[in-house]
């Protein structure tokens, strides 16, 4: 058995994952306000934890998306909208002194890795050799998989495995395929990305048009890299990835003949909890 933390842009999630890595036994969540002050985004993150009842002197893992010193367990958001006042905390100090039951000891890894992760022990890209990832929500994470083990560099991987890094028509690519983005785009202040994707099944051609050519974009971006990476699948994930008979039409589109399956994950919410403990136990190898 394992514990887990997922640490998402607005909740916290906290689970105990079987010994045969893919069913999540128990859970527990709140929400989380990522403009809130350290306190307060912590003390609900060990609150969360707590109220698992893990047995005492596990290892737990937490997924977390970045800037974040996962090696190390420190908070290195600045500038990026959400956790900035965290900036500097040794969150795994924390959380072995926070957490009761304690911990062992606590490893991190990264959001969408773990997403991929998850998927691929138990979801979409279950037996897949080598595979990628994509989450998106308030931006775009990334993951590249090969032979079970994720991939920072070589052939296809972005500069640290992040897509996020790479520019769409001279920009960030996250200017153009974000949820930041695509409210920009839309230019309703009221409206949020399901109001967008709903008007688009309605028929409103501004709202259809925002999200194709933002996941158009995101498809001519990754092309090069998954075939240079040689990935069979590609796995989406994320908030956006609910509003799928939208998305994949358009970063099909985009993708070209780039011979790669694309595939909604299929764990939903408990991928990224499957994968935080597939990581735990490759790391105590």
């Known amino acids: 058995m394992t514990a887990v933390l997922e640490i998402g842009g607005t909740h916290v999630a906290a689970a105990l994952v079987e010994s045969d890595g893919a069913r999540v036994s128990r859970r527990a969540s709140r929400p989380l306000d990522p403009r ?39 908070a290195r ?28 000891d606590v490893v991190f890894l ?59 028509a001279g920009a960030p690519l996250e200017d153009t395929v974000s949820r930041r983005a695509v409210l920009a785009r839309y230019g309703d202040p009221d409206a949020d990305v399901r109001d967008v994707a709903a008007r688009a099944r309605d028929g409103d051609r501004r709202s259809r048009r925002v999200l194709d050519e933002a996941f158009t974009a995101l498809g001519a971006v990754l092309a090069p890299c998954l075939r240079d990476f040689r990935a069979s699948s590609l796995v989406v994930g994320g908030s956006m990835a609910q509003s799928w008979d939208l998305v994949r039409p358009s970063l099909r589109s985009g993708l070209g003949d780039t011979p790669v399956r ?24």
Do not use: M
Not at 61 to 73: I, L, T, Y
Not at 143 to 162: H, N
């Open 110 to 168: 990264n959001d969408a890795h773990a997403f991929l992760l998850g998927e691929w022990r138990a979801g979409a890209a279950r037996g897949e050799r080598r595979c990628a990832g994509i989450t998106l929500g308030t931006g775009v994470g990334s993951a590249f998989i090969a032979d079970g083990e994720i991939r920072r560099d070589g052939p296809g991987v972005p500069p640290q495995g992040r897509v996020d890094l790479l520019k769409w």
């Open 36 to 74: 809130g002050s350290a306190e307060e985004i912590l003390g609900a993150v060990v609150r969360c934890a707590g109220e698992l009842r893990a047995p005492a002197g596990l290892v737990w893992g937490v997924a977390v998306p970045g800037p974040f010193d996962h090696e190390k367990g420190i």
């Open 262 to 285: 694309v595939r909604r994950g299929l764990l939903g919410g408990d991928a990224a909890l499957v994968g935080a403990a597939g990581y735990v136990s490759a790391s105590r190898r």
């Open 77 to 104: 958001f600045r500038g990026v909208g959400k956790f900035d006042d965290l900036y500097g905390i040794d969150v795994r100090s924390v959380l072995l002194d926070g957490v009761w039951p304690r911990p062992a």
